[in-house]
């Protein structure tokens, strides 16, 4: 099983940027197909962007050239780069990592508000 640990959330105001981090131990990292998700308040979590194995990427039309997703093999770590935030991008963002036998797996979530 894969553990996953988020980074990198805080308050920013809008038009600013963040950059998330996920770490991820305890098995081979490559292998997975990862991912990021939101939950805003009174929401259901809906996908920001993933990223395959394969390096593949797709990202909702929401975030489209505003938000990259990109990921270390050797640092066993996936990114998440969000600029030009608006206060619409407030949630708990969270990791996300398929793999292909076992399924899904989480991580506990970090918070990102957008607020003047």
């Known amino acids: 099983q894969v553990q996953l640990v988020e980074s990198g959330g805080g308050l920013v105001q809008p038009g600013g940027s963040l950059r998330l981090s996920c770490a991820a131990s305890?098995?081979?990292?490559?292998?997975?197909?990862m991912g990021w998700y939101r939950q805003a308040p009174g929401k259901q979590r809906e996908l920001v962007a993933r990223i395959t194995r394969f390096l593949s990427s797709n990202y909702a039309d929401s975030v489209k050239g505003r938000f990259t997703i990109s990921r270390d093999n050797a640092k066993s770590t996936v990114y998440l780069q969000m600029n030009s935030l608006k206060p619409e991008d407030t949630a708990v963002y969270y990791c996300?990592?398929?793999?292909?036998?076992?399924?899904?797996?989480w991580g506990q979530g970090t918070q990102v508000t957008v607020s003047s």
């Open positions: 996300n990592a398929v793999h292909p036998v076992s399924g899904d797996y």
């Open positions: 305890g098995s081979i990292f490559s292998i997975y197909d």
